[in-house]
């Protein structure tokens, strides 16, 4: 016996979760705010990895359809002081284990491999409420519901299930990010396009950074990170980019040219994206009928991994509830243990360590990486 399983999010974690579940023939919707799959720019390069990622799409047996967009050469890796000195560069030689795609390419083959119909576009969840024997309901904002015995909030941030489980709420890091994208780089901005590279560049201070990477078709996106107040970044005039690029790129001052041109020759409006987190360690007492996956479940300042981890989550939870068809309640249980054991873990493993306060330690750290 299978329970239809309700999924509020068709980001990657929820369908990668959806996906899981139909190669094991359980039933699944998924309800998802945006109105269509391309309502919205999917951002850009994710480092799919080989220890949670790719276990992901192995999982979802995708990996022909995964090889596929795989963007050869994009794992090359250097990083350069503020003034543009090359202090790291490392080529991709085929052999790393974080091969790069496009997001928005990554959720279209998932999409893909799923029965029509599967993804209710424009459904955003706005209410949730538990019904008593693991039964919840979950209310739209067009004002349609439904009532379901099975309830997944893989619906990001921001998440209208999370509160059925925890009172945690993400805070604000202190650090936002600005995303620019520069079209047609090496023969417009042949200088800028020779400092990322092939593939990604860091150049980084203690409290900023400009994270860019050679996406598909010779586009340069950057995330251009600061350490500053959300009031800081809100007096930005974003309806005047120009005037906000520059705003930013003050920040930058004394930078190299080839570097603050990933913020001032932007082709589009600067994008500012607040970074927030849930605390550290948050996790719940199980309830019946509900669980969260991934940013839902656990949202980090980015440090590479919250894509890896949501498709994982996904993956993970669809292999429990397909080992245990009678029994929903042990599979949750049993994913929600390994969720929080695998989250702690990966919070020790990746992202920028804490000990990183100067552009020679982040090379230190990267050089450490490499050594076998
Ligand atoms: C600037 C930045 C850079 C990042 N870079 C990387 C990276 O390089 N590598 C990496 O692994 N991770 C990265 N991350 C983290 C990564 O984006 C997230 O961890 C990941 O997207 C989480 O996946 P998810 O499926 O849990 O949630 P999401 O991707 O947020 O998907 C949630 C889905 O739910 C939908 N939704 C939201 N609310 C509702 C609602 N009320 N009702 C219905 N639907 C709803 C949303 O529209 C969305 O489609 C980055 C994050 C940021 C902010």
Request: glycine share 10%.
């Given at each position: 016996m299978?329970t ?9 974690g929820g369908?990668t ?19 269509s ?7 850009g ?6 220890y ?7 999982a979802a047996?995708?990996t022909?359809?995964?090889r596929?967009?795989?963007?050869d ?5 250097r990083?350069?002081?503020?003034d ?7 080529s ?9 795609v496009?997001?928005?390419e ?12 599967t ?10 409420r ?14 349609a519901?439904?009532?379901t015995?099975?309830?997944?909030g ?10 059925l489980?925890t ?7 202190g650090?936002s ?6 079209y ?6 042949p ?5 990322v590279?092939?593939g ?12 860019a990477h ?23 005039d ?17 930078w190299a040219p ?10 589009t409006?600067p994008a500012?994206?607040p ?10 007492d199980?309830?019946?009928?509900v ?6 479940a656990?949202?980090?300042a ?6 890896n981890l949501a498709?994982?989550?996904?993956a993970?939870?669809?292999?429990a ?7 929903p ?5 049993a ?11 990966s ?6 360590d ?6 020679h330690?982040?090379?230190a ?8």
């Amino acid at each position: 016996m299978t329970t239809d399983v309700t999924i509020i999010g068709a980001g990657l974690g929820g369908l990668t979760l959806a996906r899981v579940l139909h190669l094991h023939r359980i039933p699944a919707t998924v309800y998802e705010a945006e109105p269509s799959p391309t309502a919205r720019s999917q951002g850009g390069l994710l480092d799919i990895h080989d220890y949670n990622g790719q276990l992901a799409i192995k999982a979802a047996d995708l990996t022909d359809e995964f090889r596929a967009i795989v963007l050869d050469g994009r794992q090359a890796m250097r990083i350069l002081d503020s003034d543009g000195t090359v202090l790291f560069d490392k080529s991709d030689d085929g052999t790393g284990g974080r091969p790069e795609v496009q997001r928005g390419e990554l959720r279209q083959v998932l999409l893909d491999s799923l029965p029509p119909g599967t993804v209710r576009w424009g459904r955003k969840a706005t209410r949730t409420r538990a019904l008593g024997e693991g039964r919840h309901e979950v209310v739209f904002a067009d004002g349609a519901s439904v009532v379901t015995g099975l309830l997944v909030g893989a619906d990001g941030a921001w998440s209208r299930v999370r509160p059925l489980l925890t009172a945690a709420e993400p805070a604000y890091t202190g650090r936002s990010v600005v995303e620019t994208y520069l079209y047609d780089a090496a023969t417009r901005h042949p200088a800028t396009a020779k400092a990322v590279g092939a593939g990604s560049m860091i150049a980084f201070a203690p409290d900023r950074e400009i994270f860019a990477h050679r996406e598909r078709d010779d586009t340069l996106h950057a995330y251009v990170g600061l350490s500053a107040p959300q009031d800081w970044f809100a007096a930005l005039d974003l309806t005047d980019p120009a005037a906000a690029a520059a705003r930013i790129a003050a920040r930058f001052a004394g930078w190299a040219p080839e570097l603050t041109a990933l913020i001032t020759a932007t082709d589009t409006a600067p994008a500012l994206r607040p970074l927030y987190a849930l605390p550290a360690k948050t996790r719940w007492d199980r309830v019946p009928g509900v669980t969260l996956l991934g940013d839902a479940a656990h949202l980090a300042a980015p440090n590479g991994e919250g894509a890896n981890l949501a498709m994982l989550d996904g993956a993970e939870l669809g292999r429990a509830l397909a080992a245990r068809p009678g029994d929903p309640e042990a599979a949750l249980a049993a994913y929600e243990q390994a969720m929080f054991e695998r989250v702690l873990k990966s919070a020790e493993i990746d992202g920028i360590d804490p000990g990183v306060s100067t552009v020679h330690d982040l090379v230190a750290a990267f050089t450490r990486h490499e050594q076998p």
